[in-house]
C-alpha cells in the first residue's frame, strides 16, 4: 500500500463510511486535532520514560492514546448506523480519567493560583497536551452544534484536559520541582 494516494490533492478527504467531506469541514478539523493531541500524547510519553518512575502513569496514558483513536474513529465517520458499530469512550472512561484526577490530586498542595507551564519537560508536555485537548473540545463542541454527536466526546475532551493539568502539576510534584504560581502584581 502506498502512502501518497494524491485522492486528497483538491482539498477532499474520505471518511470512514465512504462519503467525501472537504478538509475544511468542522469533522475533518475536529479530528484532526484529535491526532495532533495524540501525536503530543506520545512525546509526553516519550519524555516519561527517561525517568524511572513514571511506568504506571505511561501505562495509563497509551490506554488514553488508545481512547483518542476510538474517539478518532468515530468523528471520522458521519454515518450513524456505522458509527454505532465503531469501538467508543463510554462513561466509564471518563470516571476512569476522573479516578486519576482525584489519586493525582490528593497528592498536591491545595492550588490557590494560576500554574504557569514550566518545571520538568514533562510537565511542560503535558501542558500543551492540555491546551492542545481544549482546542480539540472546541472544534468538537462546533461539531456539535452544527451536527450533534452521538458518544462522549465533549464531557470526556473536558475531563481529560483536566487529566493532564492535573498530571503536569503531579509530575513537577514527583520530582521535587515546585509549579510556579502565577500571581498578579
Given at each position: 500500500?502506498k502512502?501518497?494516494?494524491k485522492k486528497?490533492?483538491?482539498g477532499?478527504s474520505?471518511?470512514?463510511?465512504?462519503?467525501q467531506?472537504?478538509?475544511?469541514?468542522l469533522?475533518?478539523?475536529?479530528?484532526?486535532?484529535?491526532?495532533e493531541?495524540?501525536?503530543?500524547l506520545?512525546?509526553?510519553?516519550t519524555?516519561?520514560?527517561?525517568?524511572s518512575?513514571?511506568e504506571?502513569e505511561?501505562?495509563?496514558l497509551v490506554r488514553?492514546?488508545?481512547?483518542l483513536?476510538?474517539l478518532g474513529?468515530?468523528l471520522?465517520?458521519?454515518?450513524?448506523?456505522?458509527a454505532a458499530k465503531l469501538?467508543t469512550?463510554t462513561?466509564?472512561?471518563?470516571e476512569?480519567?476522573?479516578?486519576?484526577?482525584?489519586r493525582?490530586?490528593?497528592e498536591?498542595p491545595q492550588l490557590r493560583?494560576?500554574?504557569?507551564?514550566?518545571g520538568d519537560?514533562?510537565?511542560?508536555?503535558?501542558?500543551?497536551?492540555?491546551t492542545?485537548?481544549?482546542r480539540?473540545?472546541?472544534?468538537?463542541v462546533?461539531l456539535?452544534?452544527?451536527?450533534g454527536?452521538?458518544?462522549?466526546?465533549?464531557?470526556?475532551?473536558?475531563?481529560?484536559?483536566?487529566?493532564?493539568?492535573?498530571?503536569?502539576?503531579?509530575i513537577?510534584?514527583?520530582?521535587?520541582i515546585?509549579n510556579?504560581?502565577w500571581?498578579?502584581?
Amino acid at each position: 500500500m502506498k502512502i501518497y494516494t494524491k485522492k486528497g490533492d483538491k482539498g477532499r478527504s474520505q471518511l470512514v463510511d465512504g462519503s467525501q467531506v472537504s478538509k475544511a469541514t468542522l469533522r475533518l478539523i475536529s479530528y484532526g486535532n484529535l491526532d495532533e493531541l495524540n501525536s503530543h500524547l506520545g512525546l509526553l510519553i516519550t519524555h516519561l520514560d527517561s525517568h524511572s518512575v513514571f511506568e504506571h502513569e505511561m501505562t495509563e496514558l497509551v490506554r488514553i492514546q488508545e481512547w483518542l483513536f476510538q474517539l478518532g474513529s468515530q468523528l471520522a465517520c458521519a454515518d450513524e448506523d456505522m458509527a454505532a458499530k465503531l469501538p467508543t469512550i463510554t462513561q466509564d472512561d471518563i470516571e476512569a480519567l476522573e479516578k486519576q484526577i482525584d489519586r493525582y490530586d490528593k497528592e498536591l498542595p491545595q492550588l490557590r493560583n494560576f500554574i504557569l507551564p514550566g518545571g520538568d519537560i514533562a510537565a511542560v508536555q503535558a501542558h500543551i497536551c492540555r491546551t492542545v485537548c481544549r482546542r480539540t473540545e472546541r472544534s468538537c463542541v462546533a461539531l456539535n452544534d452544527q451536527e450533534g454527536l452521538e458518544y462522549p466526546a465533549i464531557p470526556f475532551l473536558n475531563r481529560l484536559s483536566d487529566y493532564f493539568f492535573t498530571l503536569s502539576r503531579w509530575i513537577n510534584h514527583r520530582l521535587g520541582i515546585a509549579n510556579h504560581e502565577w500571581k498578579p502584581q
